[in-house]
């Protein structure tokens, strides 16, 4: 019987890992760690209950929430691949910091209060820090910079939410403040988020500090802006954790919160449009993290158990084949050391295995029958449809497509085939392949034998008819007809692509010819003025900041931070034994 | 045995006396450091005695008439559960930077001197455990000035690294004899009244005083000792000897101050504040704390300002311990008990957090050469050990979960809620913030550039001897993040005890 969250295997042994260098007892120990945590998560007892004493608070770290155990499944289980695709990187420092954050999210998964889940969450941003500046570049140092400052301030956040949320429940005499409740802020919709008196600010900070983690623009540029930036394998490993742990917080506590299905519907088009201009192909597979966790977000915010369901499955699917799609570029990357679309092309030949591979993926992240993807997805876009919400079913089938011409096919396409750039490089390391090759049969896998993810949803179904039916012959023709018609249109356009692409992409053109004038009229101004706050927010007040720190002429001139004589020191002195005489006096 | 267990109050005093007299015969090797060390240590094992004997008796109070005197006429050494608290933490603290001192103090002061340093450096750890035991308000004052000018001494040592020492040293002399003096004439002022020196009679006489409230020299007296206090413990905007204070003086001396002198100005306006005029009197009637908050309030958010400006990290974590000292401040004006417990468990975090960096900066200095943001870079491949215990104090002072900041904090903000005060919750948040800009600010430096100063580039790890201290106080301030038991019941119960008016 499991006793521990079973997070820590992960996290105490993050601390060992370093002590047993570099020869194969570390490897070794590498890959066992993360199937500890795996037999672990599926040891702990239905009834388990463990409490720690915190102050004058019984925390319980070990707690069994209705989608915990989708979400603590797959975390095991991709930090099991990713430790295997990183088997053979030389840096020291990444894999315990990678194993800490993959720890930290599972510890996530099973927290019952909420204090015990910030905890976990602010460590998972220590973690994923040190695995982007791991990158070892002076882009990772930079980027990792920004992604620490966004972290902490959104972890200073949530902090302030959850804070003044349990003591409001305290005031209002509830009898477990920081237990964590499920659809705490979700069924009143907007009612719990309104504006309405002081104390009602905490859901908003809450929401706005998950929302940062979960990549939301206008919060999200951290993503694709340090993702790319780690080693190939800690882009592995960065892509699963935060957007997703964040997805957890969210169905915990968010579930059926309107505004989350307009959230999820920017999301999923920013990542679109973001994705398309883009040329590295990392930070192509970055922005349809965005877009794939949009498709979750709306779930969410629609709230049904179907939608729930659908976004666990999504999340559970979504982070093995975006593994492997990053598994998949970054070999490329390895081998090649070239990351951008425009320098790569006709590695067919000679990378046979990293290209299926990648393939398989890209067809999952496309929903293609027969793949993860197709299982998952069509459960959140059955819930919108149910719930007679066009707007949503629209903007979600439209991504689809749109998904499918970004990473389904423009990363496979411009990186495997398209021109031959001349590249020779081999397959990578047996290690490697080793990892695709088991992500990507587990990408075939789920989508032929759904029933096992099925089971361990959040609703699980309870008479003898199937939770769901994902095979039906309307589903698949739907949506091959959406595929191919959008791979059409891909080759269609490919001169146009092919073109813009040694230049600079004609953006409003594209989208005129896409969706007319939609883009430039509607999305895109909200979407720039979004970029803009988001740019005034992080960039400019890092500037400014950087700017007051530094000037010392400045500093000089402000009264206030001049070093004081001695003389207006005594007379400063002076001046407030009068102030308190006179209040002393005059009370 | 039974003799030294009835005689604790008072040794805990006198052995740090005549040890520290004794110290100036011990020649010029290592033989004052190694005596010193005996005689902290000494007085550190009394203290954790006098603290187990408290809580093994039950009493709220051990007292101890000095030459078997009546109290009123004599001494009496008075110790509760807030000073033994406070007189662990300083006899703590002063041993393991007396242990500390050795490499730091070999560098840095020419050798015949070492003898007069250590015994100024007993004789300051001697005042200030005199000040945290004593009941006696004239006692106080007594101690305050053995501690003070050891403390200019001490500061002025530094001059053999920089020659601004000295004027560092009769800057503080002067503002911190106006702060005594005014402490003195507040005392003074009471005993006018009360006809009394002892502070629990002061207390009782107080009581009887007919119309308190718009008693002139009551209030006379409150005004003087508030802001001698207040000057002492560096209650902004009344800092100003601070921070050079903490820069020019020696690296050992930087820690031991930053860890002990200014605590136990807090702790003296406890006792006056709550034990002699009472919180209802201080708090209550008067509207002294919205003064006290709004100076504190004031500390964080410009001391933190001021320390982001700063290009010596020493001068930098100086600014920093203002704008702790603010917290602390902040915690006791609120008057409600998870204020003050936050205030009683940060003079012990902050204590070992802060006395934990400068010990680090210490080591830099013995191995750099200097203690610049500039002769900081690239230290993190070199100096591991100690950068790492750098980057967990500087955690500490942002609050991160998890290190003993947090605990602070966290009841600072409890205490806030209690009081309906909203405004110092934001406060404290933006604190955290900035906080969290100047700590970054080492962190910078340390973990991403590469060395500049060509002492640094080939910098070793400091010695264990630095080493074992630093991280002996670095990794109190981590347990005492994770459980804060101790810590925090401690602080609790003082805290009632204090709010009941107790002496």
């Known amino acids: ?587 | 045995m039974l003799e030294i267990q009835a005689h604790l109050p008072v040794l805990v005093v006198v052995v740090p006396l005549i040890g520290g007299v004794l110290t100036s015969l011990m020649g010029r090797g290592a033989l004052p450091w190694a005596w010193a060390t005996l005689v902290t240590g000494a007085t550190f094992a009394l203290t954790l005695r006098l603290m187990a004997t408290l809580l093994a008796s039950g009493a709220p109070h051990i007292s101890y008439e000095v030459g078997n005197w009546p109290r009123w006429w004599g001494i009496e050494y008075r110790v509760d559960l807030l000073n033994a608290f406070i007189l662990l933490v300083v006899a703590g603290v002063g041993f393991i930077t007396t242990i500390y001192a050795k490499e730091s103090v070999a560098d840095e002061i020419p050798r015949d001197r070492h003898n007069l340093f250590y015994t100024v450096w007993v004789l300051a750890i001697c005042g200030l455990l005199g000040i945290t035991v004593t009941g006696d308000a004239f006692n106080v004052y007594v101690l305050l000035e053995i501690s003070s000018l050891t403390v200019y001494a001490l500061i002025a040592m530094g001059k053999d690294r920089n020659r601004k020492a000295l004027t560092a040293s009769l800057r503080y002399l002067i503002l911190g004899s106006v702060g005594a003096s005014f402490i003195l004439l507040g005392i003074g002022y009471l005993m006018m009244v009360t006809g009394t020196l002892n502070m629990e009679d002061m207390r009782e006489q107080l009581l009887r005083t007919p119309d308190l409230d718009h008693h002139r020299t009551v209030l006379v007296a409150f005004a003087f000792l508030l802001v001698g206090l207040s000057l002492k413990m560096a209650l902004y905007p009344l800092h100003m000897w601070l921070p050079k204070a903490y820069t020019y003086a020696p690296s050992a001396v930087t820690a031991l101050l930053a860890a002990t002198a200014t605590k136990v100005a807090v702790y003296m306006s406890f006792r006056f504040l709550f034990g002699i005029f009472g919180p209802e009197f201080s708090f209550q009637r008067l509207p002294s704390h919205l003064i006290l908050l709004a100076g504190a309030c004031l500390g964080v958010v410009f001391s933190s300002l001021s320390a982001i400006r700063q290009q010596s990290v020493k001068r930098l974590l100086a600014y920093s311990s203002v704008g702790q000292i603010a917290y602390i401040v902040a915690g006791f004006s609120l008057a409600n008990e998870n204020g003050v417990a936050a205030s009683i468990i940060h003079i012990f975090n902050h204590a070992v957090t802060k006395g934990g960096m400068f010990m680090a900066v210490g080591a830099v200095a013995l191995r750099v050469g200097g203690t610049d943001l500039k002769h900081m870079r690239g230290l993190g491949r070199r100096m591991p050990l100690t950068m790492a215990a750098l980057t967990v104090g500087g955690l500490g002072l942002v609050g991160f979960p998890l290190t003993a900041g947090f605990i602070s904090k966290w009841y600072l903000i409890k205490g806030a809620l209690d009081a309906g005060m909203w405004g110092l919750i934001a406060i404290v948040l933006l604190g955290s913030i900035l906080a969290l800009v100047y700590v970054w600010k080492i962190i910078e430096a340390v973990y991403f550039h590469e060395p500049e100063d060509p002492r640094a580039r080939d910098a070793t790890e400091a010695p264990i001897m630095m080493l074992v201290p630093m991280w002996t106080l670095i990794g109190l301030s981590l347990y005492f993040g994770v459980d804060a038991n101790f810590t925090s019941d401690t602080a609790l119960r003082a805290a009632k005890s204090l709010l009941g008016g107790a002496p």
């Open chain 1, 1 to 587: 019987m499991i006793e521990f969250p079973p997070g820590l295997i992960l996290v105490l042994g993050a601390l060992i890992l370093p002590l047993l260098g570099r020869g194969p007892v570390m490897r070794a120990f590498s890959l066992l760690l993360p199937l500890a945590t795996l037999a672990a998560v599926w040891m702990v007892p239905g009834d388990a209950q463990v409490t720690w004493s915190f102050l004058d608070l019984e925390l319980r770290p070990l707690v069994w929430n209705a989608p915990t155990r989708v979400f603590a499944t797959i975390f095991s289980l991709m930090a099991f691949g990713g430790a295997l695709f990183a088997l053979n990187q030389p840096r020291r420092v990444e894999l315990p910091a990678a194993f800490m954050y993959a720890g930290s999210a599972v510890c996530v998964t099973f927290a019952g209060d909420i204090l015990t889940l910030f905890m976990f969450w602010e460590l998972m941003a220590i973690g994923s820090t040190i695995v982007v500046w791991s990158g070892g570049t002076p882009e990772a140092a930079k980027a990792g910079q920004r992604y620490v400052a966004v972290h902490l301030v959104g972890g200073v956040v949530l902090m302030a939410g959850i804070l003044a949320h349990v003591f409001a429940l305290k005031a209002g005499g509830v009898a477990d403040p920081i237990a964590l409740r499920y659809f705490e802020f979700g069924p009143n919709g907007f009612d719990a988020l309104s504006f309405a008196g002081a104390g009602d600010i905490a859901p908003w900070l809450i929401l706005i500090g998950v929302l940062v983690n979960a990549a939301t623009p206008p919060l999200g540029s951290w993503l694709a802006d340090a993702y790319p930036e780690a080693s190939e394998s800690g882009t592995v490993f960065l892509s699963a954790f935060t957007t997703k742990t964040a997805v957890y917080v969210l169905m915990i506590l968010f579930a059926g919160t309107e505004l989350l299905i307009y959230a999820g519907m920017l999301m999923a088009v920013y990542g679109i449009v973001y994705a398309i201009l883009e040329n590295d192909m990392r930070r192509i597979l970055a922005y349809s993290i965005v877009n794939q966790v949009g498709f979750m977000v709306c779930g969410i915010g629609i709230g049904t158990e179907m939608a729930l369901n659908g976004a666990a499955a999504h999340a559970f699917a979504h982070i093995i084949y975006k593994a492997l799609l990053l598994m998949s570029a970054g070999s490329v990357l390895y081998m090649t050391g070239k990351r951008k679309c425009t320098d790569l092309g006709g590695l067919y030949h000679t990378m046979p295995i990293t290209m299926w591979c990648g393939i398989i993926g890209a067809l999952a992240i496309s929903s293609f029958p027969w793949t993860s993807g197709f299982v998952s997805k069509s459960m959140i876009s059955q819930a919108a449809a149910d719930g007679h919400l066009f707007l949503p079913w629209m903007v979600l089938t439209a991504a689809s497509a749109g998904v499918f011409l970004h990473a389904g096919i423009k990363f496979p396409w411009f990186v495997f085939f398209q021109k031959d750039s001349g590249l020779r490089p081999k397959d990578p390391p047996w290690n490697m392949k080793a990892a695709m090759l088991l992500f990507a049969f587990l990408c075939v896998a789920l989508g032929l034998g759904y029933q096992p993810l099925y089971d361990i949803l959040p609703y699980p179904a309870t008479g003898p008819e199937p939770l769901y039916e994902p095979y039906s012959a309307s589903h698949i023709v739907s949506q091959l007809q959406l595929l191919l018609w959008s791979g059409l249109a891909f080759f269609l356009l490919l001169p146009i692509l092919k073109r813009t692409l040694t230049i600079t992409l004609d953006f409003d053109w594209f989208y005129r010819a896409f969706f007319p004038g939609l883009w430039r009229r509607a999305l895109k101004p909200v979407v720039d003025l979004l970029v803009n706050l988001r740019d005034l927010f992080f960039d400019e007040c890092i500037k400014v900041g950087r700017a007051v720190t530094q000037a010392d002429a400045l500093a000089a001139q402000i009264p206030i931070f001049r070093e004081w004589s001695l003389g207006s020191a005594m007379v400063l002195t002076t001046f407030v034994l009068f102030v308190y005489l006179i209040v002393g006096f005059l009370h």
